[in-house]
């Protein structure tokens, strides 16, 4: 029995020269005991030095996946699981990974599965607070992974805090960010807790507030905030209390449901219903622009700068909706402004169209997006967030009264008409809407994100001809 002794954050360097080793010896699996114990050498039996460069094994794509993530695992076995499941595609299994029913397969997806739920539960269970250290001002934080993560773990850390000095301490290894540099260390005692009372009171109003007593499952929740990681998350102070009080609360709400708020879509539909048609002039236009700006009926508004209403002369003979404001719509509060705006100013320019005698707007009066570190991110909408838009599309529609609508992709479709279709079926079409004309057509942003020259300048081509079927059809209604 050969004795092959590996370090317990074995990575896959590592194991790939330890196995292309013992495949040079031709050693089958039940000759090799693997050990995480640092015992002696690496081979502590090996007597001859074979090289590892004639050594050569193919493998599917799917094992290098499932070699990554099951080396992370702290299971004693899971180098010889490696090994075995590396022999016999070797020996010529290899669709060995297709048999569901494998028991080395299954065993191998269990460990997969093991550590990319401890990388979720890092990601979403650290907290940091503010310390000084070394006279600087760092974010600190303390975890206990289950597995050797912090290498798949840190990435989520680093395009989200890129903007702030942070470090991560777990019994395991540190992960330090400062000066823009990801370092990994060894591992340091829990540091002393020094939690940020103004963040943390923040945090805790947000958590007690969301918690809904009525969809309380102890047990589900639990098992997926495991107690071990409640000590470094100051929500969790208020968890027993919650739940001791979960059923007088339930019975509170059930005591108040004859008066509860009508939900937002009944409240729309309403007003829908007895929405009169709007006099086209300057004071109504303004009116309806401080309404949208003032507007709260979605959560969109909090992160976001301001609302984007739309823009252009309420006598245009056509409108051009898209899909929401983007990160320099959002700032400046003026639609179409940034790259896809330019490309759109770019192709009315070369059709013949004047933006300034048209009226352009978005489905969503809002930005939504994602932080990664000091970028805003797009983010595309739900189809409940065009739904709470859609009455002031509605009434931007009623105010100009165009001749012809030209909606710029699905977000512009969805809002415009209350329905998902698809661009590709419908582009190039005039259709009917509600007695105006409506024609799809993509967004501009799409033409930015084809990454092939060629395929780019066909599409925008395309969207020439759309504009160029815009323009005759309003110049000739």
């Known amino acids: 029995m050969l004795m092959v002794s590996l370090p317990a954050d074995c990575d896959e360097e590592g194991f790939r020269a330890a196995a292309r080793q013992c495949l040079a010896r031709n050693l089958p699996p039940e000759q090799i005991a693997f050990t995480d114990e640092q015992t002696g050498s690496l081979f502590d039996t090996l007597e001859t030095n074979v090289p590892e460069s004639g050594v050569q094994v193919h493998v599917p794509r799917r094992f290098l996946t499932l070699l990554s993530k099951v080396l992370c695992h702290r299971a004693p076995d899971r180098f010889s699981l490696l090994y075995r499941l590396l022999w016999r595609i070797r020996k010529g299994e290899h669709n060995v990974l297709n048999r569901i029913a494998d028991a080395d397969v299954q065993q191998a997806e269990r460990y997969a599965k093991a550590v990319d739920k401890d990388v979720y539960r890092m990601h979403a269970y650290v907290r940091f607070s503010e310390r000084e250290i070394d ?33 991560i301490c777990t019994p395991i290894g540190t992960i330090a960010w400062r000066d823009q540099k990801l370092d990994f260390g060894p591992a340091e005692a829990r540091p002393a807790s020094a939690g940020d009372a103004v963040l943390d009171e923040l945090w805790t109003a947000y958590y007690r507030t969301t918690f809904n007593p009525a969809r309380l499952r102890v047990n589900a929740m639990t098992a997926q905030m495991p107690k071990r990681h409640w000590p470094t998350m100051p929500e969790t102070a208020f968890i027993p209390e919650m739940v001791h009080q979960a059923q007088n609360r339930i019975k509170a709400m059930e005591e108040r449901a004859p008066d509860a708020r009508p939900r937002f879509a009944d409240v729309l539909a309403e007003r829908m219903r007895r929405a009169e048609p709007v006099v ?103 189809a409940g967030e065009v739904s709470a838009c859609r009455f002031w599309l509605d009434r931007e529609i009623r105010t100009v009264s165009p001749k012809l609508i030209v909606a710029l992709g699905a977000t512009a479709i969805l ?63």
């Open 280 to 382: 086209s002039h300057p004071d109504s236009f303004e009116a309806m622009r401080n309404e949208i700006h003032s507007c709260r009926e979605c959560p969109l508004h909090g992160p976001a700068t301001q609302a984007v209403s739309g823009e252009g002369p309420l006598d245009a003979s056509v409108m051009f909706v898209g899909e929401q404001p983007g990160d320099q719509e959002d700032l400046s509060g003026r639609p179409f402004v940034g790259p896809a705006g330019q490309l759109f100013d770019r192709a009315l320019a070369e059709i013949g169209i004047e933006r300034k005698k048209t009226y352009v707007t978005n489905a969503v009066k809002h930005f939504k997006f994602e932080p990664r570190g000091k970028r805003r991110v797009h983010s595309k909408p739900s």
């Open 415 to 477: 809002g415009l008409t209350g329905r998902s279709m698809a661009v590709t079926k419908e582009r190039g079409r005039i259709l009917d809407l509600n007695g105006c004309s409506l024609l799809v057509t993509v967004h501009p942003s799409y033409l930015l994100r084809l990454p092939n020259p060629d395929a780019a300048e066909a599409e925008y081509q395309r969207f020439l001809q759309d504009l160029s079927l815009a323009k005759r059809w309003y110049e000739a209604a």
């Open 135 to 167: 006279g600087a001002r760092v974010f600190v934080a303390w975890h206990e992974p289950q597995h050797f993560i912090l290498n798949r773990a840190a990435s989520f850390f680093v395009d989200r805090f890129s903007n702030m000095d942070w470090l």
